[in-house]
């Protein structure tokens, strides 16, 4: 049975950086998309970004493209979100889902899910 467990947040100034890891036990991830999504307090879930099982597809929420990267190493079972040039409008909990089909996972309509992991971005 997959089972994915998120790591990486934490607290970080304005214009750092973190890099978020999404690591999977239970099931090989090399023929899973992963995408992961950020749900801030009183705010609805959003994705950011998106990658399919081969990594030749990528999607990023417009309002982190340029600083954000997803890239994922099969070999380890982890997909990454590199986070960049990081704002206080980033902070929210990150959760990462896996699922076969990489439209359903990025319109958050299928998948397993992590527990998520928090990010916070302030002064």
């Known amino acids: 049975q997959l089972h994915l467990v998120e790591s990486g947040g934490g607290l970080a100034q304005p214009g750092e950086s973190l890099n978020l890891s999404c690591t999977a036990s239970?099931?090989?991830?090399?023929?899973?998309?992963i995408g992961w999504f950020r749900q801030a307090p009183g705010k609805e879930r959003e994705g950011v970004s998106c990658?399919?099982?081969?990594?030749?597809?990528?999607y990023y929420a417009d309002s982190v493209k340029g600083r954000f990267t997803i890239s994922r190493d099969n070999a380890k079972n982890t997909v990454y979100l590199q986070m960049s040039r990081l704002k206080p409008e980033d902070t929210a909990i990150y959760s990462c889902?896996?699922?076969?089909?990489?439209?359903?996972?990025?319109?958050?309509?299928?998948?397993?899910w992590g527990q998520g992991t928090q990010v916070t971005v302030s002064s």
């Open positions: 889902a896996a699922g076969p089909n990489i439209a359903a996972v990025w319109a958050g309509l299928d998948g397993v």
């Open positions: 239970g099931v090989a991830l090399e023929t899973y998309s």
């Open positions: 990658i399919g099982s081969n990594a030749v597809l990528t």
